[in-house]
């Protein structure tokens, strides 16, 4: 059901060490680079939340909007002192009302946690952890460029866990250069038995322009093949199934209602703002994206006062026409295990699925790619291999 609260989505672009997959806004930098983009990020924060409230004075902090999942990622949103992730989410509740149940999430890599800045994401309010393991080989680790160890990764775990986090999810890598299903095997063995609530399992995507494609394309990085790569992705989704871990998402696995709220909101096409350099917002309709460069980000926030800002900041801005958002409905409500509600389709936009995409219904059940109940449309365990192809049935364009 959908509500008039919003989820936040903070970036922060530091890390130690880019990961040589890596194709994300992020990067190293200095303390005072640091110390500046959060005295930005702050500001947007402050001029956002007045933005939404209809404020425009000066040193009003206005809580008139609801915020129900915040999510910091980056980057390495850890490799901030844990004092500074604090201090953001004050300046958050001084602008936003966050609910009492707010599911309030920091991206951590092993290697750069620490038991104080646990302490400090406790007091303030956070209540998920989100691991980046991606493998719990050394070998492989060290091949895609990963800062830490296995060791390193289960020392963070336990930190996290003697700290009082009982919602953690860990993030998995399968098709890695040089993987094996017996390195993946033992991967999952390993994880399961910690129990976490929470498991991300994704699959390698070689993006342009990273070291990796280029060491991929030079023979320095080789990875499994289709098939084998295939053969993973059916072998992580059976064996989390079979230990007990629900999956709800393409990708995305749980415990019973456990499930993470905030990416929930991407698959469920609701309202999200993004503060930070690059950060891309959905908002009534209506898609933008901050800048990219970190240095222009920091300039105008720290140069301009007023609402209008705002505005300069984003590089890319879009009204959704109705098809477009029906498509997105269609895209990523069928990444949940759940498919889309077909009540939710005609309460948002007034029409019957079926009047929209019977045709394409049709063939896709025929196929056995698709099947139907009484509420929901949702992919069939053979038309999730084939997903890219299912979806691009959708478009109405």
Known sequence: ?????????????????????????????????????????????????????????????????????????????????????ADILTEMRRCFALTADCEITVECNPGTLTTEKLKCYKVAGVNRISLGLQSAENHLLKKIGRIHTYEQFLQSYEMAKQAGFDNINIDLMSGLPGQTMSDLISTLDKIVALRPTHISAYSLILEEETPLARMNEAGYATLPDEESEMEMYRYITDFLQENGYQRYEISNYCLPGRECRHNLRYWDVSDYLGVGVGAASLCDGRRYRNISKREEYVRLLTSETGIDVLGRLREEEQNLTENEQMEEFAFLGLRKTAGISKVDFAQRFGKDIHFVYGHVIKKLLDWQLLEEDETYLRLTSRGIDMSNEVLAEFLLS
């Not at 930005?40 to 009003?60: C, S």
């Not at 902090?61 to 844990?82: E, M, N, R």
């Open 1 to 85: 059901m959908r509500t008039n609260n919003k989820g936040i989505y903070i970036h922060i672009p530091f890390c130690v060490e880019k990961c040589l997959y890596c194709d994300f806004l992020s990067g190293k930098a200095k303390d005072e680079e640091k110390q500046q983009y959060v005295a930005a990020l702050k500001k947007e924060i402050r001029l956002t939340g007045k933005m939404l409230a209809k404020i425009e004075t000066a040193d009003e902090h206005p809580k008139a909007q609801p915020v129900d999942t915040v999510f910091f990622g980056g980057g390495t949103p850890s490799i901030l002192p844990g004092e500074i992730i």
